[in-house]
DNA sequence: TGTAGTGTGTATTAAACACTACACAAATGA
DNA sequence: TCATTTGTGTAGTGTTTAATACACACTACA
């Protein structure tokens, strides 16, 4: 699923619930014009940044790190980290690229102790 | 280590044995202006583009992952992986933000069969 | 039947980004 | 000593990004 249906699906499970989560009320909260939302959520316009990602998921009530990585981004907090033990995760990346999903799962796991 | 530092460093040791790893020449090859990778070598200017990135590591010879990383980049091939699995892979860097080098290593060790 | 709320199309823009052009001073080498 | 090569400073530029402004059409409903 792309950025944009996967947006625009939380905002309207939301708002069935809840009455005020239509696109002009989210827009106007999180501080962004309503007709540029709306062609977010279409994928016409691309991910947004950073910032308004992580307040989209405040204020839906999702994950930011799905929202971010759903836009092909990683948070500053992140980058910061990867940024300090650059080989250590090109290693980790190298063997992403190939790995199956299980053998993602089984490497969280490993470090989650099996919680997840 | 800063992403200048590394590429300088880098160049520097390859030009003490390979004659033709100067400044001009690399960014010459490289294409770009010499004054602008100066910069770039002294964090004067921020790391450029993912391309860019990636022809310098081939003419230093060195791993593009590892220079990527250093600059707080994802590889679009990377990029593209994530998005295709962004509930694993948040769950993954959720874990990571916490994780000690030594779970990582862990980590790495339990897909590359400890070889590395 | 009109009015309030819904989402969307077109046009525009300020700032950031990713560099280039060119001149210059210091060191190197013949 | 003169030409070359080295790296660097200043200034400028085209493109892209990240949005805004505003008008418009549709639907619900009172």
Redesign the interface.
Known sequence: MSFGDYLRQARLARQQQDKGYSLRQVAGRVGVEPAYLSKIERDIFPPPSEQMIVKLAEDLGE?P??L?????K??T???????R?????????????D?P?H??????R???DGD?
């Open positions: 994950d790190d799905v971010l990585a759903l836009a092909g990683l948070s907090e992140l980058r910061e980290i990867i940024v033990r650059p080989r250590l995760f090109a290693e980790l990346i190298r063997q992403l690229k790995a999903d053998a993602i799962l089984r490497m969280v490993e470090v989650t997840w």
